[in-house]
């Protein structure tokens, strides 16, 4: 039992102050290729896949929205299936926060527990700059966060209200791609 009180108690403190522990019934989302890069069959040059790129490859203001909405959504998927990789694959290794959560997911399916909920929606997205040689930008937001029930895996089911926050993402272009250095909230 003090087992289950060391982990309930970081979990429903990074649930509720971290806010981010979800799962949802819908399958990611997948973004459909533009008819601007989308071939043809009349043409007569071929897009290397490689050259299509999602919204969230790209080294813009707009490619840091998109890239967040993604992290949401690979946190939904994780959240909902215990399966943390993708999602860790997005973080900075620096990202306390981003351990913290994905370390409360782990934990929890680890255990024989799971997470139900309705996915975590990120919207109202704007763009600040932190730094403009990385680029580093904060990613600001509305996180609703739907009722949740936690079991976790040891006997003890935790319910967390829904709620609505601001959430930052702070994000960096490194190696080629966007990470995130750190989520927060208001």
């Known amino acids: 039992m003090l087992r289950t ?6 979990l429903a403190a990074a649930l509720l102050i971290a806010a981010l522990g979800a799962c949802g019934g819908d399958p990611e989302p997948k973004f459909e290729p533009t008819e601007s890069t989308s071939p043809t069959p009349s043409d007569d040059t071929t897009t290397d ?3 299509v790129k999602e919204p969230w490859e790209k080294k813009t203001p707009q490619g840091a929205m998109a890239f967040t909405q993604h992290w ?8 909902r299936t215990g399966k943390t990789g993708d999602l860790k694959q997005l973080n900075d290794a620096a990202c306390t926060s981003c351990k913290t959560l994905t370390d409360i997911i782990d934990g929890v399916y680890g255990q024989g527990g799971n997470v139900k909920s309705d996915p975590w929606q990120f919207t109202d997205s704007s763009v600040g700059v932190i730094d403009r ?36 993402f702070d994000v960096a272009w490194e190696r080629g791609s966007w990470t995130v250095l750190e989520v927060s909230k208001k």
């Open 72 to 79: 949401v959504d690979e946190f939904n998927q994780a959240s």
């Open 49 to 51: 896949a490689a050259d």
């Open 5 to 10: 009180r060391r982990l309930a108690t970081p």
């Open 133 to 168: 040689s990385g680029p580093r930008l904060s990613v600001t937001g509305t996180m609703t966060i739907p009722k949740q029930r936690v079991d976790d895996g040891l006997g003890e089911t935790k319910t967390f209200a829904a709620a609505k926050r601001t959430y930052y």
